[in-house]
């Protein structure tokens, strides 16, 4: 039997309605997905980086290209995995086969949930290809709850990136992100 590998998938795509090129606009004087995955790269127990990309997003291929050129060769390098813009759970499942993953970054699943959830294709939403776990909490795991760790100083921050307005927020702040 082989051993468990565990794969962060970061899903990342310029055509966001709510912020569009979000992922190459700068912060700190990087793109925010090099943000990302500097910060996942340093993650324990992770064996693989894998960024899932629209196959149409070039300028999102070039900076993460880039960053491999670049960065400290200690670090893991990341892997492309491309696919069609409008089904992240197809991008998801194509990471996963194409690199024997078992886990993924932050919403945790084995593979077998995600190859059950990319072949349940009747009941299959738009959101559900968009979001990935949605089908597996609404048809596997209704009352899956939120696991939350202990709270700290910077639990009550909101530190993920949606809009512009979220952008300038985390500007304001004075931690390391």
């Known amino acids: 039997m082989s051993a468990r590998r565990v794969v962060a998938v970061i899903q990342a795509r310029l055509g966001s309605s709510r912020f569009p090129r979000k992922s190459v606009t700068p912060f700190r004087g990087r793109p ?103 089908w597996m909490k609404r048809t596997l795991y209704p009352d899956l709850g939120i696991v939350r760790r202990k709270v700290d100083h910077l639990s009550s921050l909101k530190l993920s990136v949606d809009t512009r307005s979220d952008l300038l927020a985390l500007e304001t702040l004075d931690v390391d992100i």
């Open 32 to 134: 925010l997905i090099e943000h990302v995955i500097c910060r996942v790269q340093q993650m324990s127990g992770v064996d693989e980086v894998i960024v899932t990309v629209p196959t149409s997003d070039a300028d999102l291929i070039r900076v993460v290209t880039k960053l491999n050129d670049t960065q400290d060769e200690s670090l893991p390098t990341t892997r492309l995995v491309y696919g069609p813009e409008k089904d992240v759970l197809w991008r998801y499942w194509l990471a996963g086969t194409a690199y024997q993953a078992n886990g993924t970054d932050v919403e945790v699943f084995s593979m077998d949930l995600l190859s059950r959830a990319r072949h349940a294709r009747v009941s299959l939403t738009d959101e559900d290809r968009e979001h990935v776990t949605t």
